[in-house]
């Protein structure tokens, strides 16, 4: 049984040290939306400690999930992964996996930390005893080491066999087997050791995005700086919020307008959000209540600490008849990480990509005891195994009829910016 506990507003360096202290467990995650908590986020600050129980699964995952909550009715914190998507359609997935990440993995923690700027709330299955002990060996904590990590990236495959790609998905484009794609390319290093800690406090205070985690799996971590959100249920209320439409920032007010103003009226980015906002409502419509479906918000500018997104806020009303893993099962994996139509742009990622997304473009979050749940899209990403020295970066955009393909490749290299920086250590 779970016993709650409320403590005095955190230390300005507990998130600091928190995160690395959270290492030393076989599972641990942090969810942060910081600056950034949104009207609809339940919370600014999310640790996850130690695992009581786990399910791991690659075959019939959403079965498995309904069964586990409903005999454990707990909280539960982990992942989708992109992969999952072969249970859901006849789809395959048979590229390069450097990872080997199930389809499906979800722990139990034993202690649960919710903070905010005025405390921290406790759920745990310890005693208060030990629990006033945990928060005083990570108050003690040292922070994280400075990060001087300066790993040689490479790409998997070259500027020009990435434009390459484009003009070809184009032409898939042009004779009618897809609207639009989402395609990605890999940046990888191997042989490098990291302290993915240090690595991960530098990234979110670069980007100090809204949908961070910070998670270890045994012997892998997620190093994630995510703006976007993927699906939350709060009661019978479901929300989604596909972003499609990149600006990086101005280097004053004048230029930040500026750009705020070119990503507004650009035809491109609204088509390609619109495309993806009503791919969407489409699948939200599969376990709404009749007629619940709607477009709170319609290509609105967001913007962040590094650069500018075009988001739009799709939402229904959950029909009784359906459970919460209905939900995810009907909307997975994310229109704005796939294209329209989803299976055939599923089977051209396939064709056309070299890695195995694995958890990049899957979805991380909490699920909680009454099957709420809040779940970001793993994209502007880091991923590490510490056993094989293996760095991941994947970085992708929307391929439409008036992509030019420089240019998306361009826009590749502003969304890895930031985790290059940090890899290479670079200001």
Known sequence: MRHKYTYEKPSSDFLNKLVEFSKRYTYSS?????DNHDKYSKFNTIGALGSKEIISSSSNSFKKLLSFHNHHKD????????DIKNEIEDLRSENIDQFKFPNLEFFIPETILFIS????????????????????????FDTIQKNDTDVKLNFRETKEEFIKKIDTIKKHIQIGDIYEMN???EIFSKGNDINPSSVFWDLHLKSNAPFSVFSKMRNKYLLCSSPERFLQKSENKIISQPIKGTRKRGKNNQEDQE?????????????????IADLVRNDLSRTAEKSSVKAEELCKIYTFDRVHQMISTISSNLDEKYNFVDVLESTFPMGSMTGA????????????ETTK???????????TPNTDFD??????????????????????????INSDPKSEYEECLIKAEAMIDVLKNEK
């Open 30 to 34: 942090i969810l942060i939306s910081g």
């Open 75 to 82: 909280w539960m914190f982990g992942f989708l992964s992109y």
């Open 117 to 140: 700027a005025e405390d921290i709330k406790v759920e745990s299955f310890l005693s208060e005893n030990e629990v006033s002990g945990l928060l005083e060996e990570i108050n003690n």
């Open 183 to 185: 395609y990605c390319q």
């Open 259 to 275: 750009l705020i103003f070119d990503l507004k009226q650009s035809e491109k980015d609204r088509s390609e959000n619109i495309m």
């Open 341 to 352: 139509p989803k299976i055939k742009s599923m089977e051209l990622i396939e064709k056309y």
């Open 357 to 367: 997304r694995s958890l990049f473009s899957s979805a991380y979050g909490y699920i």
């Open 375 to 400: 779940f970001n899209v793993v994209i502007r990403s880091i991923l590490y195994d510490e056993i094989n020295n293996y760095i991941s970066v994947m970085v992708g955009g929307a391929i439409t």
